[in-house]
């Protein structure tokens, strides 16, 4: 499974980006997509993630402002943040799991959210 994002850059706070990710390769079985972030210093987290049944997952510090979308037919996931943070500020991954007991990640490359103050 291949992972392309899309859509990070610089905003101001109180803006708003949209962040894609189109999946392609194996993608049979892929259950759940998301979006992960991680800052410098800090271990990666779980901001959103979707199932193939677009049930919806947030992290507390999100939820309000981002609303994660997903596409099955064109097997993109696309998040859209809204009243960004500086706390925001991360480099953001794309992921793909495989199964649901047994699960394999998939992880595209990041891409960079910079808020500015």
């Known amino acids: 499974v291949q992972l392309q994002a899309s859509g990070g850059g610089l905003v101001q706070a109180g803006g708003s980006l949209r962040l894609s990710c189109a999946a392609s390769?194996?993608?049979?079985?892929?259950?759940?997509m998301g979006w992960y972030r991680q800052a410098p210093g800090k271990q990666r987290e779980l901001v959103a993630s979707i199932t193939s049944r677009s049930s919806a997952n947030y992290a507390d510090s999100v939820k309000g402002r981002f609303t994660i979308t997903r596409d099955n037919a064109k097997n993109t996931v696309a998040l859209q943040m809204n009243s960004l943070k500086p706390e925001d500020a991360a480099v953001y991954y794309c992921?793909?799991?495989?199964?649901?007991?047994?699960?394999?990640?998939?992880w595209g490359q990041g891409t960079q959210v910079t808020v500015s103050s």
């Open positions: 992921n793909a799991q495989r199964g649901t007991l047994v699960t394999v990640d998939y």
């Open positions: 390769g194996s993608i049979r079985s892929i259950n759940a």
